[in-house]
C-alpha cells in the first residue's frame, strides 16, 4: 500500500483501522484484537485533541493519592509516550533535553502499572490490552513509525509538512516535500528553509 488519504474513508476509525493493520504487517508486529483496537482509537483521540502541555512526570506525581486519579494518569502517560515516540521519536533525539529511551521506559512502566492495577477487576480485557501494550512497547512505538510513514501528506497542507520537517527533519517527509515541488535545506542555525 502506498500512502493513505483520509478522504476515502468514511470515518477516522475506518482510516487509522487500514492504516494501523498494514502498520503491524510492515512493522512484523503480533497483536491482539483488543490491542489493535486501542491503538485505532488512541490515534483518533490523538488526531482530534492536543497533546497534553503538562510534564507526564508531574502528572503522575499528582496523581499518587487517588486511585481514580492515578489510573487516569497512567493511561494518559502510557498513550502520550507511544504516540510521541512513535510520531516524533528522532525529533526528541535531535532536542537532545529528553531521550526517546526515557519516553520509551515511562510509556512501558505506565502500561505495566495499569495492567498490574487493573488485573482481576471487571475490565481483565483491557488490563490484557495494557500488559500487552508493556511487554511490547518499543515494537508498538514502530508500529506508530510505520503510521507516521503511511499518512498521506500530499492531500494536506504544505505548510504543515514543512513544519512537521522542521520539526523532525525526517527524510521521508523531505522526500515528499521534494515530489511535491518543494525543496528544504537546513541553515546554519537549525532552521530550515525552502527552495
Excluded at 48 to 76: C, F, N
Excluded at 94 to 116: F, T
Excluded at 131 to 152: H, I, N, S, T, Y
Amino acid at each position: 500500500m502506498n500512502s493513505m488519504d483520509l478522504t476515502h474513508h468514511s470515518s477516522i476509525e475506518s482510516f487509522f483501522r487500514e492504516v494501523v493493520m498494514d502498520a503491524l504487517e510492515r512493522a512484523q508486529v503480533a497483536a491482539t484484537e483488543a490491542t489493535e483496537c486501542y491503538l485505532v482509537n488512541l490515534l483518533g483521540a490523538f488526531a482530534t485533541t492536543p497533546i497534553p502541555d503538562e510534564p507526564l512526570s508531574m502528572k503522575l506525581v499528582r496523581a499518587q493519592g487517588d486511585p481514580a486519579e492515578r489510573v487516569k494518569a497512567l493511561k494518559e502517560v502510557g498513550d502520550t509516550t507511544l504516540y510521541m515516540t512513535g510520531f516524533f521519536g528522532a525529533s526528541l533525539d535531535r532536542r537532545g533535553l529528553v531521550k526517546p529511551d526515557y519516553y520509551m521506559n515511562l510509556g512501558e512502566a505506565a502500561y505495566g502499572e495499569l495492567a498490574s492495577r487493573l488485573h482481576g477487576a471487571r475490565s481483565s480485557s483491557i488490563g490484557e490490552t495494557y500488559r500487552e501494550l508493556a511487554a511490547k512497547f518499543p515494537r508498538f512505538v514502530d508500529v506508530l513509525g510505520e503510521v507516521r510513514k503511511q499518512v498521506d501528506f500530499t492531500g494536506g497542507d504544505v505548510v504543515k509538512l514543512y513544519e512537521q520537517w522542521r520539526e523532525t527533519r525526517s527524510e521521508w517527509i523531505e522526500k515528499r516535500l521534494r515530489a511535491m515541488g518543494v525543496f528544504v535545506q537546513a541553515d546554519s542555525d537549525g532552521d530550515g528553509y525552502l527552495h
